[in-house]
């Protein structure tokens, strides 16, 4: 991350804004205190990758997780149609 001073940020905004877009941070500074930062916007994600990040969750959440040693899918299922 690099800083820049107002007057040069004015001046070179042009490039600033090309460099930003390549993923690098700006902070501008007025008479050596920073006053602003230029960061690149977050993109949306698609509603798949959405939909991939929690399925990636739920799987890691789950690993490991049983129902002990007694229990089983299979008898619970049975419990319930008594």
Known sequence: ????GAFD????????LLD???GEKIIITKHGNEVA???????????????????????KLRKGVTLGKELTIKSLREEGRR
Do not use: C
């Not at 991350?1 to 820049?4: A, G, N």
């Not at 230029?38 to 739920?58: F, H, T």
């Open 9 to 16: 940020a004015k001046t070179h905004f042009s490039q600033l």
């Open 1 to 4: 991350m690099r800083s820049i």
């Open 37 to 59: 930062m230029l960061v690149p916007i977050e993109k949306p994600k698609s509603k798949e990758d959405v939909v991939s990040g929690a399925v990636q969750a739920i799987r």
């Open 20 to 22: 930003v877009e390549k």
